[in-house]
């Protein structure tokens, strides 16, 4: 029997975090033949495999809608707040209510195109050099939350993963006149 190698490549969404990789690399591992995986550092999984030829083959169906942060804050309890008008006030309004409500803080959440930046910028005198991270936790954005509001994601645990979320807490950020 001869065979072929085949080689595909899955890029991972950067809002899925460890749990997009780890599906991934779950469903490369099901299939058989698998000869080799490659994670490189801006989220693409390379794996190759063998066919036999003349076998048909299909490059693997990867869903990720489910890890989406949008579907894991989704699943919990959401609690709106009033935002306070100066932005960093209002992030540590958010982080006051995880610690009241016994839950430790995941990530931060916020549209594709959040306006959360620009209001720190405006409230805070000061531009963040970083996009991807706010107080030590993810900034992970989502075109299903809309770009004018902030979400503060917790669990039950210290470094849960999203699909762990238990409550978000949610501010509005209020008209910035830019």
Known sequence: ???????????????????????????????PRVQGVIIDARGKVTYR????????????????????PYMAIRNGTAVELEADPHASVA?????DKVAVDHLFPVA??????????????HTANLDMSSREELYGLPFLTDRNIPDEVLILAAAYTRSASLI?????????IPQVIL
């Open 91 to 95: 992030v540590g309004q958010l982080f």
């Open 164 to 172: 762990d979320i238990q409550k978000s807490y949610k501010i509005v």
């Open 108 to 121: 931060f959440v916020g549209g594709a195109q959040s306006k959360f930046w620009n209001w720190y910028a």
């Open 49 to 68: 495999y063998y066919v036999r030829k003349g076998q048909e083959h299909s490059p693997l169906n990867a869903n990720f809608e489910t890890l989406l």
């Open 1 to 31: 029997m001869e065979y072929q190698e085949v080689e595909e490549t899955i890029e991972v969404p950067k809002n899925t975090g460890v749990d997009g990789f780890l599906s991934v690399v779950k469903g490369i591992l099901n299939r």
